[in-house]
């Protein structure tokens, strides 16, 4: 028989299909999507030489005095060339009779994670990754001045299936006037966890979870990456820090090397479990000026794109998972390297 | 500028990207999945003459009395052969310390609409969708009694992207023995807009829209079709019944005609508007026994695949469309035949 579980934190239901159950090592044979891409892409806007092919560059980390715009650079940071909303103009709510809407103020910023064409950051050096996310927090700071925005969100589309169309290695950073509806209801159900329990619940998952064994990937000093309890997608990877904060970024920059190492792991892991599957990786933390120190805590989820929700999910918000998290667990750990 | 529109009955919200606008005739071209089907295909398990390939049937319409599980049905229903829940059992609820899970007791099962392998809702006869419908009905008055169940839902999934392995035509029906999260989420708002308002939403929604007329597909004595104000995904429509109701099947078969002729109408648009796209078909209804009469209105949704939701989408839950809903609108009515 299957069964259904809760995630603590969301208290979203996953029902976990025992009858329709696959083996790890069966998904990883049929998921590769990967088709071998050159170092170096005449065609790609990303790659160096190519610099004018994007908006001019609002960050980049140069090893000698380069000009902007112009190759050298090893972690380069430009608006989308084709942006969901844009930094010009004022908020402006219009709320006729009925129909609600705002002007689309906001951010749509590239991080160009290497010059080179087909890097990963499943491979690349730990360093590098730090050098991301150095750019990715250099961002955030500036971007949390900006008073018009709410939130800021960062995500890395990987592969096709996960709706990237460059290769390129390459994350993203929306900023938005609004405040995103599902960050609202995972703080609020937080806070109702909180109230409830004197605990936050991810500090207590971490704690059950370590408790448990079953479903941990990697324990650092300073992080736990876990496949969770009730895991949506198969392979779901959440990576939670053990130092309980609401958000990364708290305006100063922290140190990078903890989080770029136990990241690097990860990725390495899955790319090598899963063939270099295609997977969302969402940072998850608390809206701007939005004081939920006690209850919230901040964390990265990655969602590798195995299995394409269809009209249950969409309709319900239940999901069906063909993949027991333990055994997934137990799976990613052979290839969790020191 | 882009602009950021709310969905007035979940308070969604939705970047309407019309900087990366596509035009509705584009998408067309795009998003063929269809490979020529055969009539029958000799390996298919819902083919006639194939009926020892699926568990035994729960109900099926035949012409003449032929015996259960054999050829000459018309719409056959039978248990999925890989169900996601089972009808056998207790539903024992787990709440050792910390994991909460619950056994996954259930149903799940598949209307077989056609025995012709390649027919297509949005080509045969009102009548025939008729009888699935029908079918449908049966089974949910059947699946009620069950106490042990809290919610039934009924989804079609058409194509590859939309997460259908079985080309040939079918729907179907997963009933749970817990309330779906976002089920409750958006009676809840429902709740929330009734007592602020003293009407319902969707009733509201197909007067506001009806007075606007940009979104409007179809209008029948029965229905509106309409593309949402906020459509999460390019050409999402709606269905939604003038005649305020929580459910679509209040215990005794209701007239099945007028929503065979909507539905039927709605889905030949879209097929031939965009060539047989991938979607996903939702039926939206309150749960078993939970008298939300006054404030939710059933409907149902349908979400063509023709974009892939993305790190964004799902870690925010705000969604990006690239196509205007008053653009598909007018797009599709060019294709909707009386």
Redesign the interface.
Known sequence: ??????D?A????V??????AKRPRDLAATVSTTEPEPEYSPDCPFCPGNESKTPPEVLAYREGDGPADSPGWQVRVVPNA?????P??EVVVSQP?????????GAHEVIVESPVHNDSPATVSVEHIGLVLQAAAERFMALQQDRRLC?V?L???NG?????SLTHPHT?I?A???A????R?EIEAARQHYDDRIHCVYC?TIQ?ELD?GQRIVLETDAFVVLEP?ASRWPFETWLIPKQHAAVLTPGDASPVEPLARALRTTLNALYHALGDPAY?????EAPLRDSCEDYYHWHI?I?PRL??????E?????W?NSVLPEESAEYLRDFVSA
Not at 10 to 13: A, F, I, L, S, V
Not at 82 to 86: C, D, H, I, V, W
Not at 180 to 183: F, K
Not at 307 to 312: Q, W
């Open positions: 028989m299957s069964e259904i579980r809760q603590q969301t208290k979203r239901w029902i976990m299909a025992t009858e329709r084709f942006p969901a909303l844009r010009d103009g009779h009925w129909f609600t809407s705002v002007t689309g103020v939130y969100a995500f890395r589309n096709l299936a996960a709706g990237s993203q929306i938005t006037p609004i995103p509806t599902s960050v209801l207590e059950n448990a309890f969302n990786l969402v940072l998850h989820e969602l299995a394409t929700a269809a009209g249950f969409l309709g319900t918000g239940i069906i």
